[in-house]
Structure formats: structure tokens, C-alpha cells
């Protein structure tokens, strides 16, 4: 059973997302498309894709797709798919709905006339229908309707792909692993001493960064900790669905490695240093990670090897998310920005404890601030756009150079990702 598929990702991140998608299934044909990336796949593609992808937001399965005008046109699309295919009247379902320009007033209601396309199939064929349950559906509907066609999905992830299954203790403003997965990208940041070499993020707060690069050094995929929607669909449960999913999480499962490069997490608040530890211990990466206490602006760079380059990757606080702490905090506790000078006094901290490496560190940013070169004192080598949940930002490079804050001679500085802007 070959569906279409379609991976949504955060925008900016489709040429990423693109790359990852060919390392997954080398020889399959991809549509990126804006706001995430198209092919065509069946059930082993389904697997692979939810177990590996660590940038897709899911893995949608396209049902049906054609023109609409109103609420009674989505109820004959839903009906126009053979739902004894995919579940039994014991099954429980919820219909999600996007809009795009829709000339529908209500999105609910376009979403229930879809629910009862789906029981009125069920129930003629069968004499029962299936409920709803909003929170843990076996069948997680998508429906997106744009100006003039609408597209039904079955969401075989279920929980959004950025829930990895290992983070229970966070802070007041966690970074989706997603995202984090997205900056590591971008990066270009592989876990090895050719690509990105040691990682160091000295605002680590629940561990997202450190954790997504060591599971990355480590070989471990984002998917293995959890479970998905597909798993309780009827083209996934017969025997020899059942077979393959083992096989593939043995694989994946086979292929975890220690980490080839070491990596470093601090934090100012010893309190989410104790939530980050917690949570690398759940995602299996707790020895690949030196977990450290520490204010940003004052804590030394690691002691690498001679030929060892660093990365550090850092989600400093900012105003819309989380006032900053340590040296740089201000005295009152009700102004959420962030203080003039940190950025100032951190690129001073840099220049300081970083250049002096031989073989160099590179840091990246991740900041909604399109001026932060200039308060940085630095020159970047690189901007990539990339959004924050709601927020615009941008994920800037600095060459750490040692006598120098400009990127070294012939360096390519635009070798990666989406184009500067």
C-alpha cells in the first residue's frame, strides 16, 4: 500500500529536512515543497521515516485529496475512503484541522462533517462505529484545506516527533528537540572530529542541545524511546508489519555507539544542571555528556585535544522566552529582557577563553535579535533564518579565531543549509 507522504518541518528547515530524508531512503524521489517535504512511500517508509526523522514535525499519509466548496463536500471526501482498511469500530479517532486562505467560517464544524464521513462508512459496513477520544486517538486524523482542494491525512506519528519520549523535567522555556536538531543541521555538526568535532553549550538549562548532539554522536535514533500512532493502525498489525518493526528497532538498536567526541553542558542554575542529567540519563546518553554548574560569561573553555575542533551551540535567554540569571542578571526580577551588556561581556568571554584552541572553535546563536552581530562585537560568517515556535530567529556564526573575530582565510562560510539572508 504506496500513499503519499508528507513531512511537515518548521520553515527554513525544508532543505535540511530534504538532506536528512535522502540519508534515511537514498533511493527515493522527494518533493520539498514549503513547509515541509513530499514522496511517495508505504508502510516501511512510514517506519523508517517516524523512527529516524529528527527534524519532521510527522509523518502524514495522504488518504484523499480533491475539490471543495463547503462542509458537505470534506463529509463526501472522508467518504470516499475504505476505512475498514485502516481500523475497526473499537478503534477511537480526532480530526485536526489547518487552513490556508479556506473560505470556510468554521474549522470545527469542518472537522466533524469529516468524523462522521468516517462513522457513517464504519457503520454501514460493519453496524458499529468508532468513538472519538481527543488526547490518545488510535486513528489521528489531519485535514488541511486550502482556497479550493482540501487534503486528508492519517497522522501515523501521533504525538508530534519533537516528544522523543525521554524528557520529563524541563524549565520554564524548553527548546523542542526539533529545533535543536534543526541548529545541529544547520551546522553542519555530525558527532565527529571531522564534522563539528566537541560540542559545548553553556546555557544548556534542560539539556536539549546536549542531549539531540549525543544521541546524534552516539548513533541513537529519535524515535526508539517511543511509540506511534501507526503501531495500532491495521496496515502496521498483521504478522509481517509486526516483523519489520521489530527488525528495524533491532537494527537501530545495534547500530548505538559511544560517542567519537566529547561533550559539554552547563548551566548557571545548578537545579536545571539536575534536569538536564535526569533527562540524558532517560534518553540512554548520560556518559557522553559532562554536565557542568557555571554562569556563561565565566566558565573556561573545555581542555580539547591538540587537533580536536569545538562547536558551541547555544539558545541564550531571551525577552520573549526567559530573563537571564547569573553575573548578567538585572536587579529586578519584573524586567524580562535581556541585560544590556550579556552579549558584550559574552563575546568578551569568548575571545578570551576560546581562541586560544589551535584547532579553533566555532560558536553558533540561535536569537531573535536581526542586530545581534553588531552587540556581540563579532562578525558573523553566517545567518540562517529559523523560527522559535512563533518567534523569528536566527541562527548566527562566529568564528572563534584566535587574534582575530573574522572567519579564517578560505573558509566557506555559506557551505551548508539554507542561503544567507
Same mark, same amino acid.
Given at each position: 500500500?504506496?500513499?503519499?507522504?508528507?513531512?511537515?518541518?518548521?520553515?527554513?528547515?525544508?532543505?535540511?529536512?530534504?538532506?536528512?530524508?535522502?540519508?534515511?531512503?537514498?533511493?527515493?524521489?522527494?518533493?520539498?515543497?514549503?513547509?515541509?517535504?513530499?514522496?511517495?512511500?508505504?508502510?516501511?517508509?512510514?517506519?523508517?521515516?517516524?523512527?529516524?526523522?529528527?527534524?519532521?514535525?510527522?509523518?502524514?499519509?495522504?488518504?484523499?485529496?480533491?475539490?471543495?466548496?463547503?462542509?458537505?463536500?470534506?463529509? $463526501?471526501?472522508?467518504?470516499?475512503?475504505?476505512? =475498514?482498511?485502516?481500523? #475497526?469500530?473499537?478503534?477511537? @479517532?480526532? %480530526? &485536526? +484541522?489547518?487552513?490556508?486562505?479556506?473560505?470556510?467560517?468554521?474549522?470545527?464544524?469542518?472537522?466533524?462533517?469529516?468524523?462522521?464521513?468516517?462513522?457513517?462508512?464504519?457503520?454501514?459496513?460493519?453496524?458499529?462505529?468508532?468513538?472519538?477520544?481527543? $488526547?490518545?486517538?488510535?486513528?489521528?486524523?489531519? =485535514?488541511?484545506?486550502? #482556497?479550493?482542494?482540501?487534503? @486528508?491525512? %492519517? &497522522? +501515523?506519528?501521533?504525538?508530534?516527533?519533537?516528544?522523543?519520549?525521554?524528557?520529563?523535567?524541563?524549565?520554564?522555556?524548553?527548546?523542542?528537540?526539533?529545533?535543536?536538531?534543526?541548529?545541529?543541521?544547520?551546522?553542519?555538526?555530525?558527532?565527529?572530529?571531522?564534522?563539528?568535532?566537541?560540542?559545548?553549550?553553556?546555557?544548556?538549562?534542560?539539556?536539549?542541545?546536549?542531549?539531540?548532539?549525543?544521541?546524534?554522536?552516539?548513533?541513537?535514533?529519535?524515535?526508539?524511546?517511543?511509540?506511534?500512532?501507526?503501531?495500532?493502525?491495521?496496515?502496521?498489525?498483521?504478522?509481517?508489519?509486526?516483523?519489520?518493526?521489530?527488525?528495524?528497532?533491532?537494527?537501530?538498536?545495534?547500530?548505538?555507539?559511544?560517542?567519537?567526541?566529547?561533550?559539554?553542558?552547563?548551566?548557571?542554575?545548578?537545579?536545571?544542571?539536575?534536569?538536564?542529567?535526569?533527562?540524558?540519563?532517560?534518553?540512554?546518553?548520560?556518559?557522553?555528556?559532562?554536565?557542568?554548574?557555571?554562569?556563561?560569561?565565566?566558565?573556561?573553555?573545555?581542555?580539547?585535544?591538540?587537533?580536536?575542533?569545538?562547536?558551541?551551540?547555544?539558545?541564550?535567554?531571551?525577552?520573549?522566552?526567559?530573563?537571564?540569571?547569573?553575573?548578567?542578571?538585572?536587579?529586578?526580577?519584573?524586567?524580562?529582557?535581556?541585560?544590556?551588556?550579556?552579549?558584550?561581556?559574552?563575546?568578551?568571554?569568548?575571545?578570551?577563553?576560546?581562541?586560544?584552541?589551535?584547532?579553533?572553535?566555532?560558536?553558533?546563536?540561535?536569537?531573535?535579535?536581526?542586530?545581534?552581530?553588531?552587540?556581540?562585537?563579532?562578525?558573523?560568517?553566517?545567518?540562517?533564518?529559523?523560527?522559535?515556535?512563533?518567534?523569528?530567529?536566527?541562527?548566527?556564526?562566529?568564528?572563534?579565531?584566535?587574534?582575530?573575530?573574522?572567519?579564517?582565510?578560505?573558509?566557506?562560510?555559506?557551505?551548508?543549509?539554507?542561503?544567507?539572508?
Amino acid at each position: 500500500m504506496a500513499l503519499p507522504l508528507f513531512l511537515p518541518c518548521a520553515a527554513g528547515v525544508e532543505p535540511l529536512l530534504e538532506e536528512e530524508i535522502q540519508r534515511i531512503l537514498p533511493s527515493k524521489i522527494l518533493y520539498p515543497t514549503r513547509g515541509g517535504v513530499g514522496l511517495d512511500g508505504g508502510p516501511i517508509e512510514v517506519m523508517k521515516l517516524n523512527l529516524h526523522s529528527r527534524l519532521a514535525m510527522r509523518v502524514l499519509a495522504e488518504v484523499a485529496e480533491g475539490p471543495y466548496q463547503n462542509e458537505n463536500d470534506l463529509y $463526501r471526501l472522508a467518504r470516499s475512503v475504505d476505512w =475498514l482498511q485502516w481500523i #475497526t469500530p473499537q478503534h477511537t @479517532l480526532r %480530526v &485536526d +484541522t489547518t487552513a490556508t486562505h479556506s473560505p470556510l467560517k468554521s474549522l470545527n464544524f469542518a472537522a466533524l462533517r469529516i468524523k462522521d464521513g468516517v462513522c457513517d462508512v464504519m457503520r454501514e459496513a460493519t453496524g458499529e462505529r468508532p468513538s472519538v477520544d481527543i $488526547r490518545h486517538p488510535d486513528l489521528p486524523l489531519h =485535514l488541511h484545506v486550502g #482556497t479550493e482542494r482540501a487534503s @486528508l491525512y %492519517v &497522522d +501515523t506519528s501521533g504525538e508530534s516527533l519533537f516528544k522523543r519520549g525521554w524528557r520529563e523535567d524541563k524549565g520554564d522555556a524548553p527548546l523542542k528537540e526539533t529545533l535543536a536538531a534543526a541548529m545541529l543541521a544547520a551546522a553542519g555538526w555530525r558527532g565527529t572530529p571531522e564534522a563539528g568535532g566537541a560540542l559545548h553549550d553553556p546555557t544548556c538549562g534542560s539539556g536539549t542541545i546536549a542531549i539531540e548532539a549525543a544521541q546524534i554522536a552516539c548513533g541513537i535514533a529519535p524515535g526508539l524511546k517511543r511509540r506511534f500512532a501507526f503501531e495500532r493502525l491495521l496496515p502496521f498489525t498483521d504478522d509481517d508489519s509486526r516483523a519489520e518493526w521489530q527488525r528495524q528497532k533491532s537494527h537501530a538498536q545495534a547500530r548505538i555507539h559511544p560517542s567519537a567526541v566529547p561533550i559539554y553542558a552547563s548551566d548557571v542554575s545548578f537545579r536545571m544542571v539536575d534536569f538536564a542529567r535526569r533527562n540524558a540519563e532517560r534518553a540512554g546518553v548520560a556518559d557522553a555528556i559532562q554536565f557542568n554548574g557555571g554562569d556563561a560569561l565565566e566558565r573556561p573553555a573545555p581542555d580539547l585535544p591538540e587537533g580536536l575542533p569545538g562547536t558551541l551551540m547555544i539558545n541564550p535567554p531571551y525577552g520573549e522566552r526567559i530573563e537571564v540569571a547569573g553575573k548578567a542578571a538585572r536587579p529586578s526580577a519584573e524586567d524580562r529582557d535581556t541585560p544590556d551588556d550579556f552579549f558584550p561581556r559574552l563575546s568578551a568571554h569568548w575571545k578570551r577563553a576560546y581562541t586560544k584552541h589551535p584547532a579553533g572553535w566555532t560558536a553558533w546563536v540561535l536569537s531573535p535579535d536581526m542586530k545581534l552581530a553588531g552587540s556581540m562585537r563579532l562578525k558573523e560568517s553566517r545567518r540562517v533564518p529559523m523560527w522559535n515556535g512563533p518567534i523569528e530567529c536566527r541562527l548566527y556564526r562566529f568564528d572563534l579565531v584566535a587574534g582575530s573575530n573574522r572567519a579564517p582565510t578560505g573558509q566557506d562560510t555559506a557551505s551548508r543549509g539554507p542561503s544567507q539572508k
